[in-house]
């Protein structure tokens, strides 16, 4: 019995069975080629056709389950598995157990290599049948991916480079074209190019074309190769200067610009009170941002910087004076000469204004020039002028002062200036025999300075009041409430050490009612009842006591307040009251 093995290969043309005698595994048409991409993959059909002739000696089909076939594959001789090799195959094994096209099994072959690979099978049965397995053979041709990249553009310049990228000579472009994947069918503008002029950025642009697709490059060259232009503004070398000469400059770069200020000075450094006739100015050296350079300078001039001389008689500075103080000043020049005559001889004062005075009063100054400009100030001068009087400070107790007490105000001077002649404090007695608010004025001239500035009047108030004992039985004194029937009459006790008159009261006392608190309580027995006209002041001489017989009203019964007695003396005095039924 004969066996044919066919492998299918989509789109594939089949010619004539091929059929060998024996045990043979033959495939439809023959060897047979497959086209894939890189990456891509084909599937191939395989089954065993079973000969009808007994080529074999075996009969039926070979493959059956007793004895299967399995077939493996191989790649230019190598085997084929599932993974890691160049050519793969999923499956990596078949097994036949029937024959027929309708028990075909595929497989799918796939790889990433471009190149030409020969897949060949091989089959392994444990039964006597036998199998030929040529005509599976087939060509698998693994071409390479389409090229996806244009091609690589890289500039070369050449050329003597300065600061910033910029050029300072003729530069030299050229151009590298490569592509590893296709090749360079086309390019625009890579030929080599040599710049020779100054550009602020000329840019030269290559552009090349490969089946991958178009690239552009550009390349963007700045040249300057010419050092900045310097322009001074120099002043007449002939004449004479009676300063320092300074020549103003400014520079200019019309390509790459400037690398630092446009405008500059040069200038000479004669030293004050000396001349010559070459005077030599500084150099310096202007940049581009290129790095050309270019120098202006120095330049030469005739300098005299030799001042007048003034002289001045200047009184004592360390004294005091009470008007104000003029310095005599003469002037001269042995060069040019004074610019004005009237500097030959001149004063200078101070001007202190009336009234005041300082340590360091100026007079005016005065500046004396030569012919070319040079000049010399002298003043102001500064002295210790002194037109004012000591200042006196008057200071009066600040507290309220008991009568008929003895206290002193304290008085002081100072005197910013020449300084107080005599005494500088003391005391002055008050007189406390009348309440309320006081003055005491002490005369102007009371205090002289060392100028014999006399000083001004002063004044200070001060306060009066009664020695006041507080209030006796039967009324206490806060914080203590008294207890009280409203509607009875309360005599209102105390003294105000002696004797003071009748009219030591600003008004009748009156009542502030208030929110009745906690504390202590002392009810009040020495009433008598409240009747028209009851309420009065009194003064007891064997007590020495004042006693006010203060009415109450029913209607206060059930309340609290604060019987209050404002006295001549401007002070309130007060006692606190529960109002009973």
């Known amino acids: 019995m004969t066996l044919v093995f066919i492998a299918l ?28 991409t890189a990456g891509g993959s084909a599937t191939v059909s395989y089954y065993i056709q079973q000969q009808p002739a007994n080529q074999d000696g075996q009969q039926g089909c070979n493959a059956n389950d007793g004895s299967p076939a399995t077939l493996t594959f191989k790649a230019n001789g190598s085997p084929i598995s599932s993974t890691g090799t160049t050519v793969t195959a999923n499956p990596s094994t078949l097994t036949f157990t029937q024959c027929g096209q309708g028990n075909s099994q595929s497989v799918t072959f796939s790889s990433s290599t471009p190149g030409t690979f020969v897949i060949t099978v091989q089959v392994s049965d444990t039964g006597h049948g036998s199998y030929d397995a040529n005509p599976a053979t087939f060509t698998l041709i693994v071409n390479p991916p389409p090229d996806s990249t244009p091609p690589l553009i890289t500039p070369a310049v050449s050329g003597t480079l300065g600061n910033d990228s ?5 530069v030299t472009v050229t151009w590298s074209v490569t592509d590893p994947e296709s090749s360079v069918t086309s390019t625009s503008g890579c030929d080599p190019t040599t710049i020779t002029a100054d550009t602020t950025g000329l840019t030269l642009t290559c552009t090349a074309t490969s089946a ?17 232009e310097i322009l001074c503004a120099v002043p007449d070398q002939s004449m004479w200067y009676g300063d320092n000469v300074s020549v103003s400059c400014s520079a200019s770069d019309s390509t790459s610009g400037l690398a630092g200020p446009s405008t500059f000075t040069l200038s000479t450094s004669v030293p004050v009170n000396t001349e010559t006739s070459a005077a030599t100015t500084n150099s310096q050296t202007v940049s581009d941002y290129a790095g050309n350079t270019a120098t202006a300078g120095p ?4 300098i005299d910087r030799k001042a007048p001389t003034v002289s001045c008689t200047v009184p004592d500075q360390t004294v005091w004076y009470a008007a ?12 040019s000469g004074l610019a004005d005559a009237t500097d030959a001889t001149f004063s200078l004062t101070t001007s202190v204004p009336a009234d005041t005075e300082t340590p360091s009063a ?24 002194d037109k004012k009087g000591p200042t006196v400070t008057l200071s009066c107790p600040t507290g309220p002062i008991l009568q008929n007490t003895t206290i002193s105000a304290t008085w002081s001077a100072t005197d910013g200036g020449s300084g107080v002649a ?5 005391n002055v007695l008050l007189d406390t025999t009348q309440v309320g608010s006081q003055t005491l004025t002490l005369p102007a001239g009371l205090v002289v300075d060392n100028a014999g500035n006399p000083s001004s009047s002063v004044n200070c108030t001060y306060q009066v009041v009664y020695q006041w004992s507080g209030f006796f039985a039967p ?15 309360v005599p209102l006790k105390f003294s105000l050490n002696g004797y003071q008159g009748m009219n030591i009261l600003l008004g009748a006392p009156r009542v502030q009612f208030v929110t009745c608190g906690a504390g202590l309580t002392d009810s009040i027995t020495e009433t008598e009842a409240s009747t028209a006209g009851s309420s009065g002041l009194q003064y007891d001489p064997t007590t020495d006591q004042y006693i006010y017989v203060w009415k109450t009203d029913k209607a206060w019964a059930g309340r609290c307040g604060k019987v209050v007695l404002m006295l001549k003396d401007g002070t309130t005095r007060e006692a606190w009251f529960q109002f009973r039924r």
């Open 9 to 36: 290969v989509p789109g594939l043309v089949l010619a004539d069975e091929v059929r060998v005698t024996g045990n043979a595994i033959v495939i439809s048409g023959g060897v047979k080629t497959v086209t894939i």
């Open 166 to 170: 910029w050029y300072v000579s003729d």
């Open 212 to 228: 991958g697709g178009t690239a552009s490059q550009a390349v963007t060259i700045k040249r300057d190769a010419t050092p900045p």
């Open 299 to 302: 330049f030469t001039f005739k």
């Open 324 to 335: 104000d103080v003029s310095v005599t000043c003469t002037a001269s020049d042995g060069g």
């Open 362 to 385: 100026t007079t005016s100054s005065r500046t004396v020039a030569d012919m070319v400009g040079n000049s010399t100030t002298v003043g102001p001068y500064s002295f210790k002028v």
């Open 422 to 426: 005599g005494a500088t404090s003391g």
């Open 475 to 489: 009324v206490d004194n806060p914080s203590v409430w008294n207890v009280v029937q409203a509607g009875r009459s």
